[in-house]
């Protein structure tokens, strides 16, 4: 029986899968996942995109907020921006839940990263994170990506600030 305790101390699990999908599968995707999250704020654009491919309609509720993102720009340009936003990280990702079906699989995570973001100085960047992927004949692709850095939660009054803009 997986316990919160086990959960949140990062010991892998695999939560409900239906159909073909095997556990040692899914296990496979979210270790994939979990080293990604690291090696993203860690600038090494190259090695995420060796472990997380993204599919043509992907859409992303980045972490800062604004309008979600549809598609990944994976040219050399793109990917050496972001290698220079994001600098010096790491970090463990923890796995809170999965599901699985033949076609679907959903990882809901929290990130606890730590690194250099856009030229500030190095700071701890939480994340609550939900992935969703897709699986067609080259294997998983991530579709859908919602992060937020509200991993402390905040006030109610706070809430409202930032609905208000």
Not at 34 to 59: A, C, N, P, W
Not at 118 to 130: A, K, N, S, V
Request: charged content about 25%.
């Amino acid at each position: 029986m997986m316990t919160r305790r086990n959960m949140l101390l990062g010991t892998l699990t695999v939560g409900a899968t239906t159909g073909n999908v095997g556990k040692s599968e899914v296990a496979e995707l979210i270790e994939r996942a979990k080293v990604s999250e690291v090696v993203f704020i860690q600038g090494d654009m190259r090695r995420y995109l060796s472990l997380i491919t993204h599919s043509d309609d992907y859409t992303l509720m980045a972490p800062f907020g604004g309008e979600p993102r549809r598609g990944f720009d994976a040219s050399s340009a793109r990917l050496e921006k972001l290698s220079h936003f994001f600098r010096g990280g790491d970090g463990t990702v923890e796995v809170v839940e999965t599901y699985a079906s033949e076609g679907m699989a959903v990882l809901a995570m929290i990130a606890r990263l730590r690194g250099k973001v856009g030229g500030l100085p190095e700071q701890d960047w939480p994340l609550r994170i939900t992935q969703v992927y897709r699986r067609d004949a080259p294997g998983w692709r991530v579709v859908h990506r919602h992060a937020d850095l509200l991993l402390g939660g905040i006030s109610l009054e706070q809430a409202a600030a930032l609905a208000r803009g």
